[in-house]
């Protein structure tokens, strides 16, 4: 019997390693997609190559994008410092319309693929705040995969996976521990050197550092300078 097929968002940092967990051990056949969108944190996409393999992806795409066209971003503007200290409101590592470009193109995939579930590891909780991280969000992009495409239109319904949603990060440390994801392969850090090393300033590297902590686990997070 054919294995039921997943496209899973695999960028290579903590959430999106938990995610491809996750829906391996739900049975999934797991296509790995990530992207080259001109990041700061490049050493991610290393990353996602070591956690695909590790995790038994059955096929890992990376596709090329070109983000810093539009900037607006820390993450794809070197203008833009990545804050090192807590801010309010929408941060400037937010990436405009990054999910929903993202989101677009494994939509496209899962249906040439005839794969009917996507999973991404937004989080509402223990996040900062990005506007398409959100439940409604997630939901009206559903609704739209299903008005969009063919697989939609002919009753093959289209699911936006997103088991992390409601979870801490020190829950999602913990669940993806029992699942064997190694963390040690993860990079996280908006500015994380060519090699991986974090920054641990950043509100990325702060989250995880703190997940960690809740969860009462060590930290395998290798810091610049450390």
């Known amino acids: 019997m054919t294995a039921k ?16 967990a996750m829906a391996r051990a739900e049975g999934y056949e797991c296509y790995a997609l990530g992207f080259d969108y001109g990041q700061r944190h ?7 190559r070591r956690v695909a393999a590790d995790l038994g992806a059955t096929e890992h795409k990376v596709v090329e994008l070109d983000l810093r066209a539009i ?6 503007d070197d203008s833009i410092a990545v804050p090192e200290e807590e801010t309010g409101g929408i941060p400037v590592t937010y990436v405009p319309a990054r999910n929903t470009v993202f989101l677009s193109i494994a939509l496209g995939w899962a249906e040439v693929l ?9 989080n509402a909780v223990d996040y900062s705040g990005y506007p398409d991280c ?5 939901a009206a992009f559903e609704k739209m995969a299903n008005l969009a495409t063919r697989a939609g239109v002919e009753g093959r319904r289209l699911h936006i996976r997103t088991p992390l949603m409601h979870m801490s990060k020190a829950e999602i440390v913990r669940v993806g521990s ?12 908006y500015q994380a050197q060519a090699d991986g090393a974090a920054c641990g300033r950043c509100d990325s590297c702060r989250l995880r550092a703190a997940g960690f902590i809740e969860a009462g686990l060590a930290d395998p997070t290798v810091y610049a300078g450390g």
């Open 42 to 48: 490049r050493a991610e996409l290393l990353a996602a």
């Open 114 to 122: 005839g794969a009917q579930d996507i999973f991404v590891g937004v």
């Open 134 to 138: 959100r439940p409604e969000y997630i």
């Open 5 to 20: 097929k997943a496209v899973v968002l695999l960028s290579g940092g903590l959430d999106s390693a938990t995610v491809l």
């Open 71 to 76: 900037g607006g971003s820390a993450l794809t």
């Open 178 to 189: 029992g699942l064997g994801v190694d963390y040690s392969l993860t990079v996280s850090c």
